[in-house]
């Protein structure tokens, strides 16, 4: 920069500063889903015969037959997300004076 006030433009004007006030906002949409796999059930023990009221009824011949079952599924959790284009809300704008320094 050279120190030469020769080649230096000075201008006037009347400064002004626009501003305008404005609510920004990013639309998120988050879809949960969980989808189950093969699901296997599995005997494993030796079932047990107890000999003992069945069915809620006196009477007759009733016994309650016992097996230890274990049943797997498979359950994959996650979420579709989808992230939309931003908004804005706008305000309305207005104009004020700046003052030049020393006014």
Do not use: W, Y
Not at 1 to 13: L, Y
């Amino acid at each position: 920069m050279h120190d030469n006030q020769e080649n230096t433009i000075h201008r006037g004007g009347c400064p002004r500063v626009a501003s305008q006030v404005a609510t920004v906002s990013q639309p998120v949409s988050v879809r949960p889903f969980a989808e189950t796999g093969h699901i296997t059930i599995e005997c494993f023990g030796n079932p047990v015969i107890e000999q003992r009221e069945a069915c809620g009824r006196p009477g007759g011949c009733q016994f309650v037959l016992v097996q230890r079952i274990r049943v797997e599924v498979p359950v994959e959790f996650g979420a579709a997300v989808r992230v939309c284009e931003p908004q804005i809300e706008c305000g309305v704008p207005k104009v004020e004076h700046k003052p030049h320094e020393g006014e």
